[in-house]
């Protein structure tokens, strides 16, 4: 049976902490609906209302456009060991690029990384715990490398023409500002 709670409690807040994975679901105002798995030390909790996750370099930039349009985002975790459980924050979110006025102070959150190119605040207005019973058991074994070492190849000039090429717009067409937000 579902639960709702006005804020993430100290108990989710440690739930969430020691999840390997989440997924974000963003929705332009017409066109696809966008899931995507996120991993790594990339999630904070800033207060029981908010949250923000770190945005690597990927294929894809479609929450960015998403978020731009309308802001709402629903961040969902799933219990893969332990007690079943499936956690979703739904709200309205903000994304944060490397000319934002309050970039440094977010990314500092996070571990350094040659391919960050955003970060997501998400103001949370709604929290929702299910009892995930369907979900099976997975383990970690270890978070994947590729990334870290395709971007520590690459210098800043020509992660921006990546941008350039596969992140600045959705496959619905939407212009994610990746390249003037962050290069300039």
């Known amino acids: 049976m579902a639960k709702f709670f006005d804020e993430i409690t100290p108990d989710l807040q440690d739930f969430i902490e020691k999840q390997k994975i989440y997924f974000v679901g963003t929705a332009g105002v017409e066109g696809r609906v966008n899931v995507s ?3 790594g030390d990339s999630f904070r909790v800033l207060g029981p209302n908010k949250v923000a996750w770190q945005n690597l370099t990927g294929s894809g930039n479609e929450s960015s456009a998403h978020v731009q349009q309308n802001g709402r985002m629903t961040i969902m975790f799933c219990a893969f060991e332990g007690p079943a459980n499936i956690l979703r924050l739904y709200g309205e979110a903000q994304v944060i690029h490397h ?3 309050n970039w440094d102070e ?3 959150l996070f571990p350094d990384h040659p391919g960050s190119r ?6 949370v207005d709604l929290v929702q715990t299910s009892c995930g019973y369907s979900v099976p058991f997975y383990d970690y074994k270890e978070d994947r ?3 870290d070492k395709w971007t520590e190849r690459k ?3 020509e992660i921006a023409a990546y941008w350039a090429k596969k992140n600045a717009t959705t496959i ?3 212009a994610t500002n990746i ?5 300039g």
């Open 106 to 108: 977010l990314i500092g």
């Open 118 to 123: 955003q970060v997501f605040v998400l103001d």
């Open 155 to 157: 210098n800043k000039g």
């Open 179 to 183: 390249v003037e937000k962050n290069v």
């Open 99 to 101: 000319l934002d006025e």
């Open 37 to 39: 798995p996120k991993g």
């Open 172 to 174: 619905d067409g939407y």
């Open 145 to 147: 490398t590729v990334l």
